[in-house]
Every structure is written in structure tokens, then in C-alpha cells.
């Protein structure tokens, strides 16, 4: 068995050199490094079948270092994925199945999109959290239908990264025994050798987390397996440290940080080739025996999915209301459309005064009832961010029918599992924290956004109305920020009825993440002019008050600014104002002209608009005619009391009135 995966192994680093060379760009060091772990992972480790790429119960691998692009390439085409010569060949080309860093969606067999170092390995504890949460749900005593594992391969630069260690504590305190982590131990860097910035014993860093420590050769096919073996009999997340030689096979720069992000060249190429005994004259060479291989290993593959098959069939028939439940758990995106619209939203009144954190919960709740499959949690924050689900345990290792996460303070870990726990299906996840603390998350957030992942953000205590805490919790820039974001839809809602629409309009989408932006301060429910609101609101804005059917002026405000507006409004009796609340800028800038001309009550030359928004103005400027017509706040706040934080930053309805009155 040896020399076919030496056959495969030998491609791997055939097809990683030449497809490098020829882009004239890429990084082949971890490719050529660990070539036999491809081999021995896809040809017998992994629970896969290349087939049918979307099996439920497959075992997920992620490549943490997803700069080595051209291991999974290579291998995802060996083993039988639809990944050509031609796309390999083409590498890092406009058009290719093989761009230069994994994309989920793009290439079939990549399981996310990775490359932003340590990324990965925290989006795998967040599939291996969702396989523990359904395998609570769904298996019995007599069937088991959630049965598999999730690995990654990690290296230097992935552990260096403080999310490695935010995932990592937090996968070993829940015990995911499922979770197998090899790395890549070449301790070479871009700069050198590692020893130039990292010394720490990586073993007992992750023996102090709860992890099982494992050591062996990246060499060694019979070690390899043996060890995975160990990591399955363990109960905690598994680390195989795989001593390696980074560009092995390339004499020119094995061993080297040349190895690490550049073409190895012509010559050096021709040099591995004749040593590796390869033909130096020829370009991509697959070693027969590698196809003859994967040919032969295709009828195990799909014995072992079929084999899933009748077991799950036999489920199915035994328990027809969890097939029920499983079918409604796997719907695109995670949501059952009929489920969704049958959630009983809280009741509210005009008049009622609440923060729009408070009705998020209420909303929450309220589809949480209908979804059990909607599961999530904040980071350290679950009463501030107010996301508690109300009838169920916390997930732990000792409840893995839990829907809440207790992330701890580690956001940027947080919404990378998020997008883990989405990426493997079945279940819709939310995550939680202040919204000022999106900077810590940005880079996982962008990540949902560019898979197109409905994940949802809850970023509460939206603005200088947090008050005493000062200006380190007052966000004013995040929100133009976070709109910055190609993708994302920043939902603000003005009021606790707004807020079970905009919830609703989070679950609804399935192409990509929503922020709701929330206030920490109490706000009244306003009476609405728009008899339709409740369906307009999907348009991003909707008239709030009318004022005439050719306004002197239209306010566009956004969350407790539409308060602010209405209140601003009264104090001009003079002047025909209609307050618009734009839920979300991005979504009504998308809108037809129609639609916008329509709710604004005209066009920007026709029909003078005010923007209002507790933040910076950025990207406010478009639709005024005047800098002075956007009521912002150009300053990072004070800390006091809200409204005295207000007032001395002059951000009242007095002066909004002034704005108007011009």
C-alpha cells in the first residue's frame, strides 16, 4: 500500500510545483512538505466520497494554512473531485477552480474558505460543534446517522495567530473529541525560521488546554494512521504534531523560507524532478499508479456512503417525525420557510418603551419557539446582549443538546466558529457581543461575507447612548464601517416592532450575514404612517410619517434617531418634514430609483434631505445636497449619563430642529 501513496504523494508535489511555477506565483513549501499527509488522509483516512461532495455525514477537513492551496488542489483532483488538469493548470488564473487561497463555493471538496491564518482551524471547532449538537438531536439507541469527524491542518503562522488559542481553549474546556488537528511542524516562516519570533512549547500549550498531545512524522503513512487512531479512542480535541521538511523534494529550497511563498524555478524544478524521479522535460505528471488508486479506492467510497444510506433509511422509517425534523434542520440556509413565517411575534403597542436589545430577545425567542435548529450564544455578554434562549441547557461537554453557546471573551474566535457551525448545515447560528467590539470579529465577518454565509451578528449598545462607560464603548464610526463590508446588511431597527422585522429579515436571507445593530436605551414604539410598513420594511426604509406628498424636507434616521427625528419634526410646525426609517442603508440604496423616490417623496433635486444618524457621516454624503444636512457625529463621545453625553455633543432634538428649520 506504501508505493501507491508514494504515487500519490509524488503527484502531489509534481502537480503543486509545476501549477506554482506556471502561475509565477503561489506558495509551494507546505505543499511539497506534506504531500504524504494528503495522501494518506484522502486515500484512508478520511470518511468521504468524492462523488457526492455533499454527503451529510462526511468527515470535513479544513486547510488552516490555506496559503499550501495547492494540497488540497492536487489532492481534491487525484482522489476523484471535480477539480481538472486544466483547473490546475490554470491555477491562481481569473476563472479557475483553483484561485489562490480555498474558496467555499467555488471549488467542490473545499469545505471553507481559508487563508487568513488561523481562520480555519476555528472554523473547524465550529463544525465539530454542530456534529456534537446534531448527533444529540437525531441519533437513537438503535441508529446513529451523526457520526463524523472534522480535521485541519495547521502550521506556525495558524498557531501564532491569537485565534488559534481563543478556538483552541475553547474546543478543549468543550471536550470535541471529534476535532483532529495535524501540524505542519517545519518551523519555517516567511522571515526564517521561527525560532526568530516563536519559542513556546507548543505541546504544553495545547496539553493546558485539555487537548491530547500526539507526535509524529509526516513521513510515516502507518505512523500517521496509528495516531489518528489514538486521537478517535480519546474523549478531547487532538493536536498531531507532524515533524516535516518544508519544500521536501526541492533541494534547491527544502528546509528553507524560500520554500515559503515564491516559485521555486525552472532549474530547481528540473533538479527535484530528475531526484524525485520525475521527467525534468515534462509538466504535470500525474504517476499512474496515483489515478489507478483513487480508481480502485471509488467502489470503498461509495460502499461507505451507502452503507450511511441504509442506516439512515432505516432511521428515517423508524422515526418519521425526526426525518420531519431533519429535513426542516437541513433547508437551504437552515430555515424552514413555512416554520419561519409561522413564528408568533411578541405583541407591542404603540406607546410601549423598551430597548431594542429587550425586543430582540422577545424576537429571539419568539423564533427559537418555531426553529429549534436555531442555536447561538455571545461573548461573555448574554444578559447585556440580551440573547438568552429561554427552555434549553447551555451546550457543554455534558450537554450537547444545548442551544446556547457560552463563547467566552473571545470574539473573533466566536464568529469564526459561527461561520463553522453554518458551513457544516443543519443548523442556523447566531453570535453575540457589544457593537463595538465588531473590530474584534471584523476579519470572521468578512469571511461570512465573502462565503455568502447567513450568519447573524448581534451587536448591541449601538451608539453614545451607552453613556457612562465613555467613549472605548461609544461606537461612532462601526456602523459606516461594518456597512463598508461588500455583502453585509447592517439591520438598525428604530423600535421594538421594527425589531421582530428585522429578525425575521435576518432569518430570511441566505446569501450572506446580518449585523442588528441594537440600543441599550429604552425607545417608544412610534405609530407608523405606512399601512404596509410591516412588508416595505423589507426595501431596507419605509415612511414613518408621511408629512405631505411633496415634503419641504425628508429626514432619513436610523434606530433611536427616527425618535429623534419625529421629536425634531414637531418642533418645525412650519414645514411639511416626512421622517423615512431606513432599516438598513444598504439594502434601500439597492432599491430602484422608483422605490427610493417613492418613500423619500421625490428625488435628492427635488425634495431636500436630512440624514440622522448617532455616528459618523460617512457614506451619509450621497443623498445630501450640503455636508451641514448630515446630523452626525464627527467625534469619539464622552462618559456621563446618555443624555448629558448628548447633549454636550449637541445631538438633540433641539438642534436636529435647527438642522431642519434652514
Known amino acids: ?135 444529540a438531536r437525531f441519533n437513537t439507541a438503535a441508529h446513529t446517522v451523526v457520526d463524523h469527524y472534522t480535521y485541519s491542518l495547521v502550521g506556525e503562522g495558524c498557531l501564532m495567530e491569537g485565534i488559534s488559542s481563543e478556538a483552541s481553549s475553547l474546543a478543549g474546556h468543550l471536550k470535541l473529541g471529534k476535532l483532529i488537528v495535524f501540524y505542519d511542524e517545519n518551523k519555517i516562516s516567511i522571515d526564517g525560521s521561527t525560532d526568530l519570533s516563536f519559542s513556546e512549547d507548543v505541546a504544553a500549550r495545547y496539553a493546558s488546554y485539555g487537548w491530547q498531545v500526539l507526535r509524529g512524522d509526516m513521513y510515516d503513512y502507518a505512523g500517521i494512521e496509528s495516531l489518528v487512531k489514538q486521537a478517535k479512542a480519546d474523549g478531547r480535541p487532538s493536536l498531531i504534531m507532524l515533524k516535516s521538511v518544508i519544500g521536501k523534494g526541492a533541494a534547491s529550497v527544502a528546509g528553507t523560507a524560500k ?86 411575534l411578541p405583541p407591542v403597542k404603540t406607546g410601549d418603551s423598551l430597548a431594542t436589545r429587550t425586543a430582540s430577545n422577545n424576537a429571539l425567542n419568539a423564533f427559537a419557539a418555531v426553529l429549534p435548529n436555531l442555536v447561538g450564544g455571545s461573548a461573555d455578554l448574554q444578559g447585556p446582549n440580551a440573547v438568552g434562549i429561554k427552555n434549553t441547557a447551555a451546550f457543554s461537554a455534558e450537554h450537547r443538546d444545548g442551544r446556547y453557546l457560552h463563547f467566552g471573551i473571545r470574539e473573533f474566535a466566536m464568529a469564526a466558529i459561527t461561520n463553522g457551525i453554518q458551513l457544516h448545515g443543519g443548523l442556523r447560528p447566531f453570535c453575540a457581543t457589544f457593537l463595538i467590539f465588531a473590530d474584534y470579529l471584523r476579519p470572521a465577518l468578512r469571511l461570512s461575507a465573502l462565503m455568502k454565509l447567513p450568519a447573524i451578528y448581534v451587536l448591541t449598545h449601538d451608539s453614545i447612548y451607552v453613556g457612562e462607560d465613555g467613549p472605548t464603548h461609544q461606537p461612532v464610526e462601526t456602523i459606516s464601517s461594518l456597512r463598508g463590508i461588500p455583502n453585509v446588511w447592517v439591520l438598525r431597527p428604530a423600535d421594538a416592532e421594527e425589531t421582530s422585522y428585522a429578525w425575521k429579515m435576518a432569518l430570511a436571507r441566505k446569501d450572506g450575514p446580518v449585523c442588528l445593530a441594537l440600543t441599550r436605551q429604552n425607545i417608544t414604539v412610534f405609530p407608523k404612517d405606512d399601512p404596509d410598513w410591516k412588508h416595505t420594511i423589507e426595501c431596507g426604509a419605509y415612511i414613518v410619517r408621511k408629512g405631505s406628498d411633496s415634503p419641504d424636507v425628508t429626514v432619513l434616521a436610523t434606530g433611536s434617531e427616527v425618535s429623534l427625528a419625529l421629536a425634531a ?74 443624555n448629558k453625553v448628548a447633549e454636550h455633543l449637541g445631538f438633540t432634538a433641539e438642534a436636529l430642529a435647527a438642522v431642519l428649520r434652514k
Open 569 to 642: 419634526a414637531d418642533l418645525v410646525p412650519c414645514k411639511k418634514i416626512r421622517v423615512v426609517s431606513v432599516v438598513s442603508k444598504e439594502l434601500f440604496e439597492s432599491q430602484s430609483e422608483v422605490i427610493r423616490n417613492a418613500i423619500v417623496g421625490g428625488s435628492k433635486n427635488s425634495v431636500r434631505i436630512v440624514t440622522a444618524e448617532a455616528g459618523i457621516r460617512m457614506g451619509w454624503e450621497g443623498w445630501t445636497r450640503d455636508a451641514s444636512d448630515n446630523f452626525s457625529i464627527e467625534r469619539f463621545g464622552e462618559s456621563g449619563p446618555a
Open 1 to 135: 500500500m506504501s508505493k501507491e501513496l508514494d504515487a500519490v504523494a509524488l503527484s502531489v508535489r509534481s502537480l503543486s510545483m509545476d501549477a506554482i511555477q506556471k502561475a509565477n506565483s503561489g506558495h509551494p513549501g507546505l505543499p511539497l512538505g506534506t504531500a504524504e499527509l494528503a495522501a494518506v488522509l484522502y486515500g484512508k483516512i478520511l470518511n468521504h466520497n468524492p462523488a457526492d461532495p455533499e454527503w451529510k455525514n462526511r468527515d470535513r477537513f479544513v486547510l488552516s494554512a490555506g496559503h499550501g492551496s495547492m494540497f488540497l488542489y492536487s489532492i481534491l483532483h487525484l482522489s476523484g473531485y471535480k477539480v481538472s488538469m486544466d483547473d490546475i493548470k490554470n491555477f491562481r488564473q481569473i476563472g479557475s477552480k483553483c484561485p489562490g487561497h480555498p474558496e467555499y463555493g467555488y471549488t467542490e471538496g473545499v469545505e471553507s474558505t481559508s487563508g487568513p491564518l488561523g481562520q480555519g482551524v476555528a472554523t473547524a471547532v465550529g463544525m465539530a460543534i454542530a456534529e456534537s449538537m446534531l448527533a
Open 259 to 344: 520554500a515559503h511563498g515564491a516559485p521555486i524555478g525552472a532549474e530547481g524544478i528540473a533538479a527535484a524532478k530528475t531526484a524525485l524521479g520525475l521527467d525534468p522535460a515534462k509538466d504535470f505528471q500525474v504517476v499512474p499508479a496515483a489515478y489507478d488508486y483513487f480508481a480502485a479506492r471509488k467502489a470503498d467510497f461509495a460502499a461507505a456512503e451507502a452503507s450511511w444510506k441504509s442506516v439512515f433509511d432505516a432511521w428515517s422509517k423508524a422515526n418519521p417525525a425526526l426525518r420531519a425534523e431533519w429535513d426542516a434542520f437541513f433547508a437551504e440556509g437552515g430555515i424552514d420557510n413555512a416554520r419561519l413565517n409561522a413564528a408568533v
